[in-house]
């Protein structure tokens, strides 16, 4: 017998229909003799109404209170999902996160996670009843107020609840049947990955990729959390359930790096389109320029990523060239302007016709010439490059969003991806 946790996102549970179906996904597994721990999103698009209906009541709304509302999504679809299980002979009841308790820090709309007791939940669980968690929530560790945990909270959720019950297994459900190599719809050819590591997917995650949260596959790797990316719109009797130490054939397991025999130079492409471009021409080439442009950026919370210097044939100025989520474009712009004495630029462009390409494998690690092929065959498209960035195992270009998809499907295949 294993414990496994499913979580189950909102697309899965849109609908009472949807979520029928996720009641047999998860009698298959209790069928099977495990003990299953349930964490589900709220029904797609009612968190949106949620917010709306905030903002609509108050632009200047108490942190505490948008938690409580925006909170009540999950508390639906928990109590729906108990229903569900019930109605088909499956013991099973609601948890939410008060009463875990899932404790949290403070910080409503983004709350961390501090600590999950998991002693109610096994002893409900050793019982043979199957615990229906609200994903996305906790409380303050003071009992005192619902605190939710950011957008795509219930992931990080799945993830922690694995962790502090030590289950053997953490399957994300979600509308697509695994993790790609790249976007199938716009390659084709694009392959499910069998396995792929924590850091792997925690760099496709953060470049574009939306199979996973971020803080949700860090959390795994930091406490050794076994993911699995599988579908809930595939028919419950056509999946196998978990079984200890068998690999399964629907699905990508998401694992430490030492489980893969075959690493790939290159696993997998990931773009992102959110990317804005702010350039800077004619500073003075002096040291601390660089510091008096990012200071005051990072003093606002704006995330540079890539930067790109360019001295004057003279070399008496430069032209500073950065990117910045499109959504923190005018903030900082904003900051920049005022800062403009300090800085001493002539002139200030931005651009949001950009996109971020990047390559992503732990075998390039091992591997060199990776990054110069990259450039050869994007140069010989006629693409040209405006910034790199890179880290032990990615690669990251960014280039005219015109170009996108060529130029996605053009690594696609230099790196042996389509076969």
Same mark, same amino acid.
């Given at each position: 017998?294993?414990?496994?946790?499913?979580?189950?996102?909102?697309?899965?549970?849109?609908?009472?229909?949807?979520?029928?179906?996720?009641?047999?996904?998860?009698?298959?597994?209790?069928?099977?003799?495990?003990?299953?721990?349930?964490?589900?999103?709220?029904?797609?698009?009612?968190?949106?109404?949620?917010?709306?209906?905030?903002?609509?009541?108050?632009?200047?709304?108490?942190?505490?209170?948008?938690?409580?509302?925006?909170?009540?999504?999950?508390?639906?679809?928990?109590?729906?999902?108990?229903?569900?299980?019930?109605?088909?002979?499956?013991?099973?009841?609601?948890?939410?996160?008060?009463?875990?308790?899932?404790?949290?820090?403070?910080?409503?709309?983004?709350?961390?996670?501090?600590?999950?007791?998991?002693?109610?939940?096994?002893?409900?669980?050793?019982?043979?009843?199957?615990?229906?968690?609200?994903?996305?929530?906790?409380?303050?560790?003071?009992?005192?107020?619902?605190?939710?945990?950011?957008? +795509?909270?219930? =992931?990080?959720?799945? !993830? $922690?609840? *694995?962790?502090?019950?030590?289950?053997?297994?953490?399957? %994300?459900?979600? #509308?697509?049947?695994?993790?790609?190599?790249?976007?199938?719809?716009?390659?084709?050819?694009?392959?499910?990955?069998?396995?792929?590591?924590?850091?792997?997917?925690?760099?496709?995650?953060?470049?574009?990729?939306?199979?996973?949260?971020?803080?949700?596959?860090?959390?795994?790797?930091?406490?050794?959390?076994?993911?699995?990316?599988?579908?809930?719109?595939?028919?419950?009797?056509?999946?196998?359930?978990?079984?200890?130490?068998?690999?399964?054939?629907?699905?990508?397991?998401?694992?430490?790096?030492?489980?893969?025999?075959?690493?790939?130079?290159?696993?997998?492409?990931?773009?992102?389109?959110?990317?804005?471009?702010?350039?800077?021409? +004619?500073?003075? =080439?002096?040291?601390? !320029? $660089?510091? *008096?442009?990012?200071?005051?950026?990072?003093?606002?919370? %704006?995330?540079? #990523?890539?930067?790109?210097?360019?001295?004057?044939?003279?070399?008496?100025?430069?032209?500073?060239?950065?990117?910045?989520?499109?959504?923190?474009?005018?903030?900082?712009?904003?900051?920049?302007?005022?800062?403009?004495?300090?800085?001493?630029?002539?002139?200030?462009?931005?651009?949001?016709?950009?996109?971020?390409?990047?390559?992503?494998?732990?075998?390039?690690?091992?591997?060199?010439?990776?990054?110069?092929?990259?450039?050869?065959?994007?140069?010989?498209?006629?693409?040209?490059?405006?910034?790199?960035?890179?880290?032990?195992?990615?690669?990251?270009?960014?280039?005219?969003?015109?170009?996108?998809?060529?130029?996605?499907?053009?690594?696609?295949?230099?790196?042996?991806?389509?076969?």
């Amino acid at each position: 017998m294993s414990l496994i946790v499913m979580k189950f996102g909102g697309t899965s549970v849109a609908t009472v229909e949807r979520i029928r179906v996720v009641a047999q996904h998860v009698k298959r597994e209790v069928d099977a003799g495990h003990k299953v721990a349930v964490v589900v999103s709220a029904m797609s698009g009612v968190t949106n109404q949620l917010v709306a209906w905030v903002k609509e009541a108050n632009e200047l709304y108490d942190p505490r209170e948008y938690d409580t509302v925006v909170a009540s999504g999950e508390q639906v679809t928990s109590g729906l999902t108990a229903i569900a299980l019930q109605k088909i002979g499956v013991k099973a009841r609601s948890w939410q996160g008060w009463q875990i308790p899932i404790k949290t820090d403070a910080a409503h709309g983004s709350a961390r996670m501090i600590d999950i007791p998991g002693n109610a939940l096994l002893a409900s669980m050793a019982s043979g009843e199957v615990a229906v968690i609200a994903g996305f929530q906790g409380v303050e560790a003071d009992g005192e107020r619902i605190a939710t945990l950011g957008r +795509g909270g219930s =992931d990080t959720s799945a !993830v $922690a609840i *694995a962790a502090a019950l030590k289950a053997d297994l953490c399957d %994300i459900y979600t #509308d697509v049947d695994g993790v790609y190599t790249t976007d199938p719809r716009m390659v084709p050819k694009a392959k499910r990955m069998d396995k792929i590591s924590y850091e792997e997917m925690l760099e496709m995650a953060s470049l574009g990729a939306k199979v996973l949260q971020i803080r949700s596959v860090e959390l795994a790797m930091v406490q050794g959390v076994r993911l699995r990316v599988r579908s809930s719109f595939v028919a419950p009797d056509q999946l196998k359930p978990f079984k200890l130490g068998e690999h399964s054939d629907v699905g990508t397991f998401v694992c430490d790096e030492d489980e893969i025999v075959e690493k790939h130079v290159v696993s997998g492409i990931a773009y992102a389109k959110d990317e804005a471009k702010v350039t800077l021409f +004619g500073i003075e =080439d002096k040291p601390g !320029v $660089a510091a *008096a442009i990012f200071g005051p950026l990072a003093e606002t919370n %704006i995330n540079v #990523d890539m930067i790109v210097q360019n001295v004057s044939e003279d070399g008496k100025s430069t032209a500073m060239t950065f990117t910045v989520p499109a959504a923190d474009l005018a903030r900082s712009l904003d900051v920049v302007k005022a800062h403009k004495s300090k800085i001493g630029y002539r002139e200030l462009k931005a651009a949001t016709d950009v996109v971020k390409v990047s390559v992503i494998g732990i075998g390039m690690r091992s591997h060199a010439g990776v990054a110069s092929s990259m450039f050869k065959a994007l140069s010989s498209k006629g693409i040209n490059i405006e910034a790199i960035s890179t880290s032990e195992i990615k690669i990251s270009v960014l280039i005219s969003a015109d170009y996108t998809e060529l130029a996605v499907r053009t690594l696609h295949t230099l790196y042996g991806l389509d076969a």
